[in-house]
């Protein structure tokens, strides 16, 4: 079972990027898929987060607004588009995935399956 993410890099300030996850060694239909965030010394954190049906998403106050969570379930990956990106948003970015129901949907032990982390840097 494995996670791949990519779409990390460098942009300015009010700029936008697209992180992809896909999949791989089976399906996640039935699992809940989130992205997570972790700055150095710092706890990682709940970035967004999409049920598995694809109908509800969720997203920590700061980026609501700005980063959007989708999921295409036919190519086993999901994104998050990320818009006038801040600063503050600059971190490595990890997908992961639980299945459904398990655990506290926000919390990072509640998930069995992580990608590698990607890395985003917003530049002023």
């Known amino acids: 079972v494995q996670l791949q993410a990519s779409g990390g890099g460098l942009v300015q300030a009010g700029g936008s990027l697209r992180l992809s996850c896909a999949a791989s060694g089976r399906t996640f239909s039935s699992y809940d898929m989130a992205w997570f965030r972790q700055t150095q010394g710092k706890e990682r954190e709940f970035a967004a987060g999409?049920?598995?049906?694809?109908?509800?998403?969720y997203y920590t106050d700061s980026v609501k607004g700005r980063f959007t969570i989708s999921r295409d379930s036919t190519e086993n990956t999901i994104y998050l588009q990320m818009n006038s990106l801040k600063i503050e948003d600059t971190a490595v970015y990890y997908c992961?995935?639980?299945?459904?129901?398990?655990?506290?949907?926000?919390?990072?032990?509640?998930?069995?399956?992580w990608g590698q982390g990607t890395q985003v840097t917003v530049s002023s």
């Open positions: 999409i049920a598995w049906s694809g109908g509800n998403t």
């Open positions: 992961a995935a639980r299945p459904s129901g398990v655990g506290i949907f926000m919390h990072p032990g509640s998930y069995a399956y």
